[in-house]
Every structure is written in structure tokens, then in C-alpha cells.
């Protein structure tokens, strides 16, 4: 399932005014608008519901919220928007030494171009106010908070060896084991797991590669073994205990491998008013 379309389209552009306008009052929001409860005149939209006192109606000469309504954030993706796409590579060799030693080697290689990555434009480094930590009035363009864009800066590459040997220590039992070492880069992560990574985080949008680094799920390290026991097949016994009793297998494997990459972040002290952290 790939939702490509919709977290880098539709969700981004969607939400934009004037198709859609959300300013939020709160009671902790003082002396800004405060909430008015009450009952709806219409039961279809636009309802007509009673506005808060001090609420500003309209946009800004931009065509975002007006001062004092709070703030709006828009998205967009580039027009030439390309596709994603990987380049796979693989390579092995396997060796015979005697009818029961077997040795192989593998190489694989993967390469992610324009990966799709969502980032918001309208922060900088610094650009928020250091005694409440609030970036509203300190964006470069103070018409918006939030000014969203889907490019093509994210990518990866992955770089892989696997060494095996396999044995057959009788007519019965084999017994194969292999060692992968290998490692994954890339500049932008997924967020969470089973989310993709054009909502990840991004330090700096104008530079995304400057924060390349070992990818969230890069496993360096690994070790496998795996046998087989071939149960006797009964050959002297008759067809009926043949077929139930005769040609089974037993199998077992066990997987080691080293951890996943840890980052340690600091939301204290955001470079950005809480945008990401270090």
C-alpha cells in the first residue's frame, strides 16, 4: 500500500486556504479570542455558529490568517516532482571443495534516488523567541507558520557481504552457516516504524544531506546457522508406514545480529522553536 500520493500531495495541499481555515481559541490563549459555546443556528455548513469576540474574519495580503487569528500553514510539491526509483547489484560466487564442503561469497548493493522527503521551509536556526520558545512572529515569512514542501532530496544506499559454508556431515544432516556484514546511509528516516520517511525528521530542509548518517533500521552485523535432519525413509518396511512414518525432516536455524543505530536528541533546546531537536 503506498500512500505516496497522499502524504505528499493531497495531505499537503489540501488543508490550504481557502479550501480550509482552522484558526483554534483556547482558554489558555489569553487575552487572544476566547472559546463561545453555544448551539449552531444551521445544521449545514456553514452552520453559522456564534464567533468568539476579538476573533479577526479573513486573510492577510497572502492569504493566510489575519494578526490575532492565529496563524496558517500552507504545503505544496515541486511541479517537476520526479519518481523514486532503486538501483539493485548483486554479485556471488560459490565453490565446491569436496562432495560434502561448499563455500560461497555474495555481494549486494542497493541505491534509493529521489526519495520523497516533506519538509517545512518557513524556519531557521535561531529563528524563535529564547525566553517562551514560540516561533510565531519570528518565521521568514511572518505571513505563515508553516510553509511545507515535497521534493526528491532524500536517498540511501546499502553496501553487503555474505560469507556461507555448508557441510554435510553424513547422509543426513547438513549443516549451513553464514556471516552478513553490511551498512545502510541515508539523510532522511521515517519518523516511526511502518511510516515512510518523507515525514521524517530534517535539521536543516535546505541542506538534508548535511545530517547523512547510519539509517535507522542499519543492522551491521550477522550471524546464521541452519541444519537439517533427514529421518530415516523406512525403505524396508511397507507403503503404508512408509507414507506416514517415512521421509521427514527435522530443521532448525538460529539468527544473531548486532542492534539498530540509537540517536539521542535534545528537545530542550531546539535550534528552531520546537520544530526538531538536536
Same mark, same amino acid.
Given at each position: 500500500?503506498?500512500?505516496?500520493?497522499?502524504?505528499?500531495?493531497?495531505?499537503?495541499?489540501?488543508?490550504?486556504?481557502?479550501?480550509?481555515?482552522g484558526p483554534i481559541t483556547a482558554t489558555l490563549d489569553e487575552p487572544g479570542p476566547q472559546p463561545l459555546y453555544g448551539l449552531c443556528q444551521l445544521a449545514v455548513n456553514p452552520f453559522n455558529c456564534p464567533v468568539?469576540?476579538?476573533?479577526?474574519?479573513?486573510?492577510?495580503?497572502?492569504?493566510?490568517?489575519?494578526?490575532?487569528?492565529? $496563524?496558517?500553514?500552507?504545503?505544496? *510539491?515541486?511541479? %517537476?516532482?520526479?519518481?523514486?526509483?532503486?538501483?539493485?547489484?548483486?554479485?556471488?560466487?560459490?565453490?565446491?571443495? *569436496?562432495?560434502?564442503?561448499?563455500?560461497?561469497?555474495?555481494?549486494?548493493?542497493?541505491?534509493?534516488?529521489?526519495? +520523497? =522527503?516533506?519538509?517545512?521551509r518557513n524556519r531557521c536556526f535561531g529563528c524563535f523567541d529564547p525566553t517562551t520558545g514560540s516561533r510565531i512572529g519570528f518565521q521568514p515569512n511572518p505571513f505563515f507558520l508553516a510553509i511545507n514542501l515535497t521534493?526528491?532530496?532524500?536517498?540511501?544506499? +546499502?553496501?553487503?557481504?555474505?560469507?556461507?559454508?555448508? #557441510?554435510?556431515?553424513?547422509?543426513?544432516?547438513?549443516?549451513?552457516?553464514?556471516?552478513?556484514?553490511? #551498512?545502510?546511509?541515508?539523510?532522511?528516516?521515517?519518523?516511526?516504524?511502518?511510516?515512510?520517511?518523507?515525514?521524517?525528521?530534517?535539521?536543516?530542509?535546505?541542506?538534508?544531506?548535511?545530517?547523512?548518517?547510519?539509517?535507522?533500521?542499519?543492522?551491521?552485523?550477522?550471524?546464521? =546457522? #541452519?541444519?537439517?535432519?533427514?529421518?530415516?525413509?523406512?525403505?524396508?518396511?511397507?507403503?503404508?508406514?512408509?507414507? =506416514?512414518?517415512?521421509?521427514?525432516?527435522?530443521?532448525?536455524?538460529?539468527?544473531?545480529?548486532?542492534?539498530?543505530?540509537? $540517536? =539521542?536528541? %535534545?528537545?530542550? #533546546?531546539?535550534?528552531?522553536?520546537?520544530?526538531?531537536?538536536?
Amino acid at each position: 500500500f503506498n500512500r505516496a500520493p497522499n502524504k505528499d500531495w493531497s495531505d499537503p495541499t489540501r488543508g490550504n486556504p481557502p479550501f480550509e481555515g482552522g484558526p483554534i481559541t483556547a482558554t489558555l490563549d489569553e487575552p487572544g479570542p476566547q472559546p463561545l459555546y453555544g448551539l449552531c443556528q444551521l445544521a449545514v455548513n456553514p452552520f453559522n455558529c456564534p464567533v468568539p469576540a476579538g476573533l479577526p474574519i479573513g486573510l492577510n495580503p497572502r492569504g493566510g490568517a489575519l494578526p490575532g487569528a492565529g $496563524t496558517s500553514s500552507i504545503g505544496g *510539491t515541486l511541479r %517537476d516532482l520526479k519518481y523514486s526509483y532503486n538501483i539493485a547489484r548483486f554479485v556471488g560466487v560459490q565453490y565446491g571443495l *569436496t562432495p560434502n564442503w561448499t563455500l560461497e561469497a555474495d555481494y549486494s548493493g542497493s541505491h534509493d534516488v529521489h526519495l +520523497y =522527503v516533506n519538509t517545512d521551509r518557513n524556519r531557521c536556526f535561531g529563528c524563535f523567541d529564547p525566553t517562551t520558545g514560540s516561533r510565531i512572529g519570528f518565521q521568514p515569512n511572518p505571513f505563515f507558520l508553516a510553509i511545507n514542501l515535497t521534493d526528491n532530496s532524500g536517498w540511501s544506499y +546499502y553496501n553487503g557481504g555474505t560469507f556461507s559454508v555448508l #557441510h554435510r556431515f553424513s547422509q543426513s544432516f547438513t549443516l549451513q552457516a553464514s556471516f552478513t556484514t553490511g #551498512h545502510t546511509v541515508s539523510d532522511v528516516d521515517a519518523p516511526t516504524p511502518g511510516h515512510d520517511s518523507s515525514f521524517g525528521t530534517v535539521y536543516n530542509p535546505y541542506n538534508p544531506s548535511a545530517q547523512s548518517g547510519p539509517a535507522s533500521f542499519d543492522i551491521q552485523h550477522g550471524f546464521t =546457522v #541452519h541444519g537439517v535432519w533427514e529421518l530415516p525413509k523406512l525403505n524396508d518396511m511397507n507403503s503404508a508406514v512408509r507414507g =506416514v512414518l517415512g521421509g521427514w525432516q527435522f530443521s532448525g536455524s538460529a539468527n544473531l545480529q548486532g542492534g539498530y543505530p540509537y $540517536t =539521542v536528541q %535534545d528537545c530542550n #533546546h531546539s535550534p528552531d522553536g520546537g520544530v526538531t531537536c538536536v
